[in-house]
Structures are given as structure tokens and as C-alpha cells.
């Protein structure tokens, strides 16, 4: 990958789960230990193959009503589980690279449809946390990726075009959401990228 300065990009955002951070092992876990704490049993061989990360996500695949799966219960079981067991993040080298050249010359930020104190407290134990990062975060907008919302959002705070960002994405919906919000992207889960 080029450095920014030789990119021409003002800036460069990161999505966190599965780009900056392995957090897949822990968020299927997260998940499985919440319904459990629900009276809800599923194999982690379920969570993997269904991946849903949100009450109604879950309550629409198992057939479930509010009252059986609230989604403030839900999310404070799996935080709980989450902050319980974060040595089981592992950093994505290639993408914490990136991160840190990106930085000498750039702003940076992280985009992501999870919360903001999961991701800063991600952000330490992939020690990544030095760097001058700009959080956009599922509560900072109205809509969630795929939607262009949480990059524009970004784009704004660091006062720059969406056309001079480029985004670092390991999905459908967040290079939609990028793609969308006028963005270039790498997806990293392809080789070349590196």
C-alpha cells in the first residue's frame, strides 16, 4: 500500500471488528453467552453460521418476541461476556500497519457499527490506542452501515471530502457504506491489498 502522502488521501478510515481487530471468536461468544443468559441455547456452531449481532437480528432468525430477547437485556449480557474476555482479541497485523503509516501523515479514524467504549477499549488491547483516532460509533448516527451515515459522519469530524478518505473495510455492508458515502475502499479480504 502507498503512504498518504504519496496517496494523496487527507485521510483514512478503519472499521474495527474483522479489519483492525480479530474480534470474531469473541463476538460469537458474546453472543452464545447472552441468549444462554436468556434461557436461549445454541451451539457456537449456530452463532457462526447465522452471524447476528443484535436482538432483533436474533429474535427474527430463532423466531422470538421482545419479551423472550429484549434488546437491553441482550446487549448488557453480551458487553458484559465482551469486556470479560477480551484477551481473545487478536490484532489484524496488515491493518494495524496500514493504521499507524496512515498516521504520520494523515487523520485517522475508526468507523464501526459497534459501541464506542468497546472499540476504544479494543483499540488498548490491540495496542493501537496511541494513535490520534477520530471514533465513529453505532450511537453517533441515525443509521448504521450499510447505510453512508457513519462515514459521512467521519468525513465531517475530520473535516475532509469523502472523495480524499479512503476506508479499510472486511464487509459487504461497511463497503457499501463507504462506497456510498463517496469513499474509495480496500477490502481487505483480498491479498492484493497488502
Known sequence: MRN????????????FDGTLADTTD???HAVQASLASHGIGVPLTWVAAHPAFTAPQLRRRLGLGPAELPD???????RNYWFAHTDRIRPITAAATAARTAAQHAAVAVVTT???????HGLTVVALDDLPWTIVAR????????????YLYAARLLKVAPHACLAHEDTDEGITSARAAGMDVIDIRQRTWR
Open 114 to 120: 459497534n459501541y464506542g467504549d468497546i472499540v476504544r
Open 72 to 78: 437491553d437485556t441482550f446487549v448488557e449480557a453480551a
Open 139 to 150: 450511537e453517533d448516527v441515525q443509521q448504521t452501515k450499510p447505510a453512508p451515515d457513519p
Open 4 to 15: 498518504a502522502r504519496e496517496s494523496g488521501y487527507a485521510a483514512y478510515a478503519f472499521d
Open 26 to 28: 469473541l463476538n460469537h
